[in-house]
C-alpha cells in the first residue's frame, strides 16, 4: 500500500494524481493505523518547518515515520518533506526534525537572487554510475536536467556522501539525497512535467 502522509501541509491531491498517471493508486491519510500498513511512503509538505513537526506529533505520525524509515520501508520525501529529516532549521530555531539524518536546514542569504527560489533549475548529479544503480531514482533521467522548485530553505547534510544531486542558486546546495531507503527531494515532483513523473514512477517501481 503506498500511503501518501497527511499532517495539513502539502499538495497531496496533486501526488496523488501523479500516482495515478502512473497508474498506482495511492491513499492519503494521517491514520497511525494505515500508516503502519504503508509498503511505501510519500512523505510532501508545503509551509512552515515548525509546524510541521507539530502537526504530525499532534496526530502520532512523528515517531511511526522515524521507524517506518528506519525499518526499511521505501520512504520518498518532497520539498518541506526532505527538510524535516534531519534534525533541525533556522526557520525554527531549538524544535527539532525527525533526525534521519545529520544535518541543519538555512534559509537562502543571496543578495542578487530573489527568494524563495521559485521556478525552473538544473540537478547535478553527484554520484558514480554504480552507485546511481543502486539507488535507481534517477534512472533515465540525464544529468543537468531541470526541475521545478519553490523554496527558501536548503537541506546542509553533514554526511555529504548523502547527496544525490547539487542545485546552484548562489550557492550549491543539496537538491536531493538518499542513504539505503529512504530518498528525498527538495524539488516538487508533481510540477516538473514528464522529469519528475519519471523520478515518482523510478520510486513506485522499487
Not at 29 to 48: M, N
Not at 75 to 86: D, E, S, T, V
Not at 168 to 191: C, M, P, R, T
Request: one cysteine or more; glycine letters at 8%; aromatic letters at 10%.
Amino acid at each position: 500500500m503506498i500511503v501518501v502522509v497527511d499532517y495539513g501541509m502539502g499538495n497531496l491531491k496533486s501526488v496523488v494524481n501523479a500516482c495515478k498517471l502512473l497508474g498506482k493508486t495511492a491513499k492519503v491519510s494521517d491514520s497511525p493505523k494505515v500508516l503502519e500498513k504503508a509498503t511505501k511512503i510519500i512523505f510532501p509538505g508545503v509551509g512552515h518547518f515548525g509546524r510541521a513537526v507539530k502537526e504530525l506529533k499532534k496526530r502520532k505520525l512523528f515517531s511511526l515515520l522515524q521507524e517506518k524509515a528506519k525499518a526499511g520501508v521505501p520512504f520518498l520525501g518532497i520539498c518541506l518533506g526532505m527538510q524535516i529529516l534531519f534534525e533541525e532549521s533556522s526557520e525554527a530555531p531549538g524544535i527539532k526534525g525527525l533526525a534521519l539524518f545529520k544535518g541543519k536546514v538555512k534559509r537562502f542569504s543571496s543578495k542578487s537572487l530573489a527568494v524563495p527560489h521559485m521556478g525552473w533549475n538544473q540537478i547535478k548529479k553527484q554520484r558514480s554510475k554504480e552507485t546511481e544503480k543502486q539507488d535507481n531514482l534517477f534512472k533515465g533521467i540525464k544529468d543537468k536536467s531541470f526541475f521545478y522548485f519553490v523554496h527558501s530553505y536548503y537541506c546542509q547534510p553533514k554526511d555529504k556522501s548523502i547527496i544525490a544531486t547539487t542545485t546552484d542558486y548562489g550557492v550549491e546546495f543539496a537538491s536531493s539525497i538518499n542513504k539505503e531507503n529512504v530518498w528525498a527531494v527538495q524539488f516538487h515532483l508533481e510540477k516538473s512535467q514528464s522529469q519528475g513523473l519519471r523520478l515518482l514512477d523510478n520510486f513506485l517501481k522499487l
